[in-house]
């Protein structure tokens, strides 16, 4: 069996520890290396065989595709990222696949059999958002839960916990705040407090010190007054 050596680079510990995991349950992928950035990540391609790249998008130092552009004779690509609107430009790389965090198990395998088959990789395509609402499983009392991401309010801080408000429901799982906001859209979601993560479009109203969501008053931090103040007034 062909097996491909595989680099992620991923700036984001969770999104690369389940990379890690996915890969390990590929019998033809063989993870070679975990890279935090494309300068780190270029070194490692001189002195490694890689086959495959899991590319995030937003690195610090040098960006995805520019990062692409330095590459004589590059591996194959497969992006992983938060952001939908960047697939054109996946297409002009000519990229294997553009996968859309969160990521699921069988979406990523979907991108890696095309490595098996040569002649179905094609210009990379998206799926519409709007043909299946984007969710997230969480561990609650040993099940998973589903969570569409459209049916968030917000998210709060319980230490090592957190609480996750929808539209429905309320969920308590145990998740670090900061690990969650890595998985999290950042177009759709924002934090506005060391304790809390809000959901943009379900804000009703808001003052220069708190935001309401479902009558419910949320302070904003004071580190983050003026980001949240330069996003909502957007």
């Given at each position: 069996m062909e097996e491909f050596n595989c680099l992620i680079v991923e700036d984001e510990p969770l999104a690369a520890e389940i990379l890690q995991e996915y890969i390990s349950q590929v019998p033809f992928l063989n993870l070679?290396?975990?890279?935090?950035?494309?300068?780190?990540?270029?070194?490692?391609?001189?002195?490694?065989?890689i086959d495959?790249?899991?590319?995030?998008?937003?690195?610090?130092?040098?960006?995805?595709?520019?990062?692409?552009?330095?590459?004589?004779?590059?591996?194959?690509?497969?992006?992983?990222?938060?952001?939908h609107e960047y697939a054109l430009q996946g297409y002009e790389h000519n990229v294997v696949d553009y996968l859309?965090?969160?990521?699921?198990?069988?979406?990523?395998?979907?991108?890696?059999?095309?490595?098996?088959?040569?002649?179905?990789?094609k210009p990379v395509q998206i799926i519409a958002p709007e043909k299946e609402k984007e969710y997230m499983f969480f561990n609650i009392s040993k099940k998973k839960v589903k969570i569409y991401l459209d049916d968030i309010l917000y998210i709060e801080s319980?230490?090592?916990?957190?609480?996750?408000?929808?539209?429905?429901?309320?969920?308590?799982?145990?998740?670090?705040?900061?690990?969650?906001?890595?998985?999290?859209?950042?177009?759709?979601?924002?934090?506005i407090h060391r304790s809390?993560?809000?959901?943009?479009?379900?804000?009703?109203?808001?003052?220069?010190?708190?935001?309401?969501?479902?009558?419910?008053?949320?302070s904003i931090g004071r580190s983050y007054k003026e980001l949240v103040q330069s996003i909502i007034e957007k």
């Open positions: 070679v290396a975990i890279s935090v950035d494309a300068i780190y990540a270029l070194d490692i391609l001189r002195k490694e065989k495959l790249i899991f590319l995030d998008i937003n690195l610090p130092k040098l960006k995805a595709f520019d990062f692409i552009k330095t590459l004589n004779n590059p591996p194959h690509i497969i992006i992983t990222t938060a952001y859309v965090k969160p990521i699921e198990f069988n979406r990523f395998l979907a991108a890696v059999n095309k490595l098996k088959q040569p002649d179905s990789i319980l230490r090592e916990y957190i609480r996750i408000v929808t539209t429905n429901k309320t969920i308590q799982t145990k998740l670090q705040l900061s690990q969650i906001e890595a998985l999290l859209p950042k177009s759709h979601f924002i934090r809390f993560i809000v959901a943009k479009n379900k804000i009703e109203a808001f003052s220069s010190t708190e935001v309401e969501i479902n009558n419910k008053q949320i």
